[in-house]
């Protein structure tokens, strides 16, 4: 079974652009959240989608955004880039997305902002 | 909010020695609790969870105990091996269905 793929892997961009980072589930899972790495503050919950829906979401400003597609891929989106918003952009699926399930993680997308 | 509180790393330790990497919590409700690791290059990967209180979750030779009266979930293996080298983290996922990270705790094993 093919597992969770994030794409791209690494990117660079500039303050004010925007980036789309593409997550392909695997088979049969709905749920896809959305989570954001740095040293300083480790994990942060963005957003987890379920059946094309938003069903959660963390405390990050509007410039973060994400959509699932009928497939259950997912597409996260941040405009307006920062230098803060360099980070590892990690997307996670799971069966019904329920917090006593288990996360399926991806390796990630690393973002540079310069 | 629900929070997740865990040691602070990196932590060294030699091969085959005990390990413990402590993690509390604050939570209402009653929410299941998980260790992730991370091994280098990777993404994360479930370790072993516990979704009721005294629940004991075990793999790999890592345990934890859910202790609801001390709001903790430790992590301990009695010997450790150089493979273990990763960052751990805990998990919480609470009543609002949003599953929760610490910070994470790095570990080097030295062989």
């Known amino acids: 079974k093919a597992g969770v793929t994030q794409t791209p892997r690494y990117l660079i961009k500039t303050r004010g652009q925007q980036v789309t980072l593409s997550c392909s589930p695997i088979?049969?899972?709905?749920?896809v959240s959305w989570y954001q790495q740095t040293p300083g503050q480790g994990l942060q919950f963005l957003f987890e989608y379920f059946s094309e829906t938003q069903r959660n979401k963390g405390n990050f400003p509007g410039r973060f955004s994400g959509r699932q597609f009928s497939n259950s891929r997912s597409e996260m989106n941040v405009s307006t880039l920062e230098l803060g918003d360099s980070a590892l952009y990690l997307c996670?699926?799971?069966?019904?997305?329920?917090?006593?399930?288990?996360?399926?993680f991806g390796e990630g997308s690393r973002l540079t902002v310069l | 909010g629900n929070s997740v509180t865990q040691m602070e790393g990196p932590v060294t330790l030699s091969e085959e020695a005990f390990l413990t990497i402590n993690c509390t919590y604050t939570?209402?409700?009653?929410?299941?609790l998980f260790w992730y690791v991370q091994y280098p290059g990777e993404g994360l990967q479930l370790l072993l969870k516990?979704?009721?209180?005294?629940d004991k979750g075990s793999n790999k030779g890592f345990e934890a105990t859910y202790r609801k009266e001390t709001t903790s979930f430790h992590l301990e293996k009695g010997s450790v091996q150089v493979s273990d080298s990763a960052v751990y983290f805990c998990?919480?996922?609470?009543?609002?269905?949003?599953?929760?990270f610490g910070k994470g705790t790095r570990l080097h094993i030295l062989p």
């Open positions: 939570a209402t409700g009653y929410p299941s």
């Open positions: 996670a699926s799971s069966l019904e997305g329920r917090n006593t399930g288990e996360l399926f």
């Open positions: 998990a919480l996922g609470g009543d609002d269905d949003k599953i929760i």
């Open positions: 516990a979704t009721k209180a005294d």
């Open positions: 088979s049969g899972h709905r749920s």
